[in-house]
């Protein structure tokens, strides 16, 4: 089982930045993308940013060019730099593991709370 622990969730004012961190135990599968996503109140949870075990990666058009992802591949960590941000990316972030096999197995975090407001 791969186990999932985030941190760096908070308040934040419109602009501002904050950045959340992920770190991965047990075992995990070779091929996978590890990442974020997110569900704000009364939104469907969607993709943020994930990267690929051969280091691709991917960005939700929303957040493209204000959020940065990195992944350790040694660690196991992914981070998750936002700036600029905005009320609308107000929601429970949650790091995920997806095996990129047939199953396509999801592993998550517990989620981190992120609030833009001023």
């Known amino acids: 089982q791969v186990q999932l622990v985030e941190s760096g969730g908070g308040l934040v004012q419109p602009g501002g930045s904050l950045r959340l961190s992920c770190a991965a135990s047990?075992?995990?599968?070779?091929?996978?993308?590890m990442g974020w996503w997110r569900q704000g109140p009364g939104k469907e949870r969607e993709l943020v940013a994930n990267v690929f075990t051969g280091g691709v990666k991917k960005y939700a058009e929303s957040v493209e060019g204000r959020f940065t992802i990195s992944r350790d591949h040694v660690a196991n960590t992914v981070s998750l730099q936002m700036n600029s941000l905005k009320s609308e990316d107000t929601g429970v972030y949650y790091c995920?593991?997806?095996?990129?096999?047939?199953?396509?197995?999801?592993?998550w975090g517990q989620g981190t709370q992120v609030t833009i407001s001023s």
């Open positions: 995920n593991v997806r095996s990129l096999d047939r199953a396509q197995q999801d592993y």
């Open positions: 047990g075992i995990i599968p070779s091929y996978n993308t």
